[in-house]
């Protein structure tokens, strides 16, 4: 799936209205995603009541667990 930066960044913005989405993990990892892309998704992280991890390098290392 390509989204894009414009669909991605729609995407978590509509999430983030949605206060009772049930997802829990996100893996961003083969997605392009730029600076517009992330302060969306970080907003979305700061709001959504189960996410549990989001993955966004293809290095575990490099992956960012909210909570």
């Known amino acids: 799936n390509k989204l894009g930066a414009t669909g991605w960044t729609a995407l978590f913005k509509a999430l983030c209205e949605n206060k009772g989405d049930k997802i829990e993990s996100w893996d961003l990892s083969n997605e392009r ?35």
């Open 33 to 67: 995603v730029g600076l517009k892309t992330v302060e969306a998704l970080a907003e979305y992280i700061s709001v959504s009541p189960a996410l549990k991890s989001v993955k966004c390098a293809r290095r575990p290392a490099q992956c960012v667990k909210p909570r």
